[in-house]
């Protein structure tokens, strides 16, 4: 199998990035919704506490890095989490801002290896908390996607069809937004690929997918039975498939039908990178179930934990940014329905 190598991979130990102790942090809660035993004063939560049976479930909003917050999350919730959707930075080289204050710097200085290790880490963090039927979703540009298809190979697996681990799909997600190049095509497309950690994953096309109709559309051939129901048949490799009219067909790998977010999109909450929900609703209906956990270690605008919420699915969501938390934290207080949640921190550990 083809390996990528950079500088420096194979010069940390796993342990040292995955060992949560070596990060002499813990998780402070400072501030509970719909929480129960908040007296007003930060309640330290520490992650290796494992809730009771009938303690309440906590969604998660927590302010930090990931590298220290990934390991942290590890001693609960290692092979737990169900569905992970990350939109990590895409090596942009660029910087942003949001009214001249810094949100987060994409520029690495420069240097492909360091942005190819933090990617490596990541994945490898991702793959130990997701559950043996979960998904990774990682949405990515023409950037850096070809690198990160290689790596995520070597660390979840590849295969030419979809019955084994490993990769699933490559999805373009295909938009029309303004500015187009002199010099070579406009680039009109992010990347999403598609992971599952085992060849046993929760996939429900027929949730996301077009009702076949009564429309022609390819070399189908139509028949209508005696109740005025269109059906649609094929003979392919020796068989025949027959489909109704109500059913569902499951959506390609081309996304062209979800709108990038116009600058006046009532959506937008003033996060410079932020997705629309739709994109973040097929991913969740597709790849999980109710109640089921849904982590985005890069919220930003906090699309991911807003659907999830909407959708019924518990959350873990974090980010570096306060601006991303804050700006989540207020998403999610205006959602439809809001479970308990809380708001957490890194402290360091008392010497
Ligand atoms: C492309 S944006 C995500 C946008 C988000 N999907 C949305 O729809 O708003 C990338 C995010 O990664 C966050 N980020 C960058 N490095 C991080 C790190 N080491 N740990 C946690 N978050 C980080 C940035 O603050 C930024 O919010």
Redesign the pocket.
């Known amino acids: 199998m083809a390996e990528l190598i950079w500088k420096g991979k194979h010069a940390k130990e796993q342990e040292s990035f995955i060992n949560s102790t070596l990060a002499s942090q813990h998780l402070c809660t400072y501030e509970s919704f719909e929480g129960e035993s908040f007296d007003g004063q930060p309640t330290v939560m520490p992650s290796n506490s494992t809730p009771a049976p009938t303690q309440r479930w906590y969604n998660r909003l927590i302010l930090?890095?990931?590298?220290?917050?990934l390991p942290l999350l590890l001693p609960e919730f290692a092979g737990q989490v169900n569905l992970i959707?990350?939109?990590?930075?895409?090596m942009t080289g660029r910087t942003?801002k949001n009214d001249q204050q810094l949100?987060?710097?994409?520029k690495w200085g420069n240097d492909l290896d360091t942005y190819l290790q933090?990617l490596y880490e990541?994945f490898i963090l991702l793959k130990l908390l997701l559950s043996s039927n979960g998904s990774l979703y990682v949405?990515l540009d023409w950037r850096v996607t070809h690198y990160a298809r290689v790596i995520l190979d070597e660390v979840f697996g590849s295969n030419s069809n979809a019955g084994g681990p490993g990769f699933k799909n490559e999805i373009i997600w295909h938009y029309h937004s303004g500015g187009r190049s002199q010099k070579r095509y406009a680039s009109k497309h992010d990347t999403i690929l598609f992971y599952s950690k085992s060849s046993q994953y929760c996939f429900h096309g027929e949730r996301i997918g077009e009702l076949r109709g009564t429309q022609k559309r390819n070399h189908m051939k139509k028949w209508v039975d005696t109740d005025g129901h269109t059906h649609w048949t094929i003979h392919s490799a020796g068989r025949l498939y027959s489909y109704g009219e109500n059913t569902h067909m499951t959506p390609t790998d081309v996304w062209s039908d979800i709108s990038h977010l116009h600058q006046k999109d009532p959506q937008r909450n003033g996060?410079?990178?932020?997705?629309?929900a739709a994109?973040?609703e097929r991913v969740i209906l597709a790849s999980s179930e109710e109640n089921d956990l849904v982590l985005?270690?890069?919220?930003?605008?906090?699309?991911?934990p807003a659907v999830a919420e909407q959708l019924g699915r518990r959350w873990i969501a974090?980010?570096?940014?306060e601006?991303?938390l804050k700006?989540t934290h207020e998403r999610i207080l205006t959602s439809d329905r809001v479970h308990p949640f809380v708001i957490q921190r890194l402290e360091k550990d008392a010497k």
């Open positions: 930090g890095d990931k590298s220290v917050i959707y990350i939109d990590p930075p895409f942003f949100i987060y710097s994409d933090w990541t949405h996060y410079a990178t932020q997705k629309p994109l973040l985005d270690c890069f919220c930003g605008s906090g699309v991911t974090c980010d570096q940014s601006l991303a700006l």
